[in-house]
């Protein structure tokens, strides 16, 4: 019997990756050490691991047991303006624990690995980002990701190992931790709101992102490996239409059908204006960004209430405080 194993699948992306496996008839083994995700987002028939892609002697003893013949790795902390200030944490967790799984992949002779790398690989560049930019990553998350990118690249080289590289952006929907005070914004935003407290905005809330619905991406990500044309290939995948920060504010409100405010923070060192272009993959998928940004945050808001409300907890062990904005260390 041969297996997928999704790392992070309890987590928000890796889950539904971990349901269209399930739902094509895939053997999957989900691992993830909770640190983000949850177990009931695992499907009930794959098979659940705790544990981290850290654990190097874990990894050993999982591709020992298993014929894994092809690796969803989602696994990461994917806190990007946060990375600044955890950079050991950062790299072990999405360098290090990267390249554990691509050694276990190597020595096992895996078909294909998949990584789920982020548009903070670009930097700074000017939108539209495409893939054929040289990345000017601009945090430590960013640089995390298009290190393991690079080490794709020459393992493919140097041993074959086939892998597909997807490059998405500001994802929302089902199955996101309402509780991460440091990243995706629309979760935030939703547990703020169910709080009564006001929403949070780094600066005049003016910077544009393309918000992309889970349920867009998904199923591109776990079908890609019976696409033999993606390998080896790098793939920008999101949405199309960026909306401002107070936009997604005011979009957000209407969703949760609850009024709130604005809370306006000092502004903190971000890209400004980030969105892709999506052709390549959209040649070989076809036009697969079809929910619009009211319908997906209807979607979400629903799920959300029925989940309630969060507690936000504070990362414990930040390594830098120096210009750390002041709202991330209120209790």
Request: glycine content about 8%; aromatic content about 10%; hydrophobic content about 40%.
């Amino acid at each position: 019997m041969t297996y997928s194993l999704v790392t992070g699948g309890a987590g928000f992306i890796g889950a539904h990756v971990s349901k269209h496996l399930v739902e094509k008839g895939d053997n999957v083994i989900v691992l993830d050490d909770l640190s983000g995700g949850f177990e009931e987002n695992v499907p009930q028939n794959a098979i659940f691991i705790n544990g981290s892609i850290n654990d190097h002697q874990l990894l050993e003893k999982l591709f020992n047991d298993y014929k894994i013949n092809y690796v969803y790795h989602l696994a990461a902390y994917a806190a990007e303006g946060l990375s600044h200030f955890i950079k050991r944490f950062n790299y072990t967790n999405n360098l290090t624990g990267s390249v554990n799984l691509i050694n276990e992949a190597i020595k096992h002779k895996v078909k294909c690995l998949v990584f789920t790398s982020s548009i903070a690989t670009y930097g700074a560049l000017p939108p539209p980002m495409k893939e054929d930019m040289v990345p000017e990553p601009e945090d430590p998350y960013g640089i995390a990701k298009l290190a393991v990118e690079m080490d794709l690249k020459v393992s493919h080289e140097m041993f074959g190992l086939d892998y597909v590289i997807f490059r998405p952006h500001n994802v929302y929907g089902e199955y996101q931790n309402l509780g991460d005070r440091y990243r995706n914004v629309v979760g935030i935003f939703m547990n703020q709101l169910m709080q009564g407290n006001p929403l949070s905005v780094f600066g005049d809330g003016s910077q544009t992102r393309a918000f992309t619905y889970v349920g867009d991406i998904g199923h591109i990500i776990a079908d890609c490996v019976d696409h033999k044309e993606c390998y080896g290939e790098v793939f920008n995948i999101g949405a199309d239409r960026e909306y401002s920060v107070k936009e997604l504010a005011t979009e957000v409100m209407k969703a949760m059908e609850i009024d709130g405010e604005l809370r306006y923070l000092e502004a903190r060192n971000e890209v400004l204006h980030a969105h892709s272009d999506h052709s390549k993959v959209k040649a070989i998928f076809g036009e697969y960004s079809k929910t619009s940004l009211s319908d997906g945050l209807k979607k979400m808001a629903a799920w959300a209430k029925e989940t309630g409300i969060k507690k936000s907890t504070k990362f414990e062990n930040i390594e830098i405080t120096e210009k750390l904005p002041p709202i991330w260390l209120e209790d």
